[in-house]
């Protein structure tokens, strides 16, 4: 958990967000608790690489941490085998699919 977070942190601010915004935001990012510092949120930054930054490191955080944990131990295949985590991205998939459509619809 520490890992990601200061991990997210770094990357945020390469992309751009002051040093204390970065680990705000992945404190905020990882917990999946949707904080910012700032009104906007995350929009504030007006930044791609700050959305695919925090999207990326948001399934991060959603995911089981003892798939983190089985995969340093060496099973390098705990993510296609666990049905958790299948369900999870199957259902990610689907809404980000189902806002697309909407999205064009519009």
Not at 22 to 35: M, N, P, R, Y
Not at 50 to 72: D, P, Q, S
Not at 76 to 94: E, R
Request: proline residues 0%; neutral net charge; aromatic residues 20%.
């Amino acid at each position: 958990y520490t890992f990601f977070s200061v991990l997210c942190a770094i990357i945020l601010y390469l992309a751009g967000m002051g040093i204390f915004d970065a680990f705000c935001h992945a404190a905020a990012i990882i917990s999946t608790g949707g904080l910012s510092t700032k009104t906007n949120s995350i929009s504030y930054f007006d930044s791609h690489l700050i959305e695919v930054a925090a999207i990326i490191f948001m399934l991060i955080g959603g995911t089981t941490f003892t798939l983190y944990i089985r995969l340093l131990k060496g099973d390098y295949k705990v993510f296609f085998k666990d049905s958790q985590f299948k369900a999870y991205i199957l259902t990610i998939i689907f809404f980000v699919m189902l806002t697309a459509f909407y999205l064009w619809q519009q």
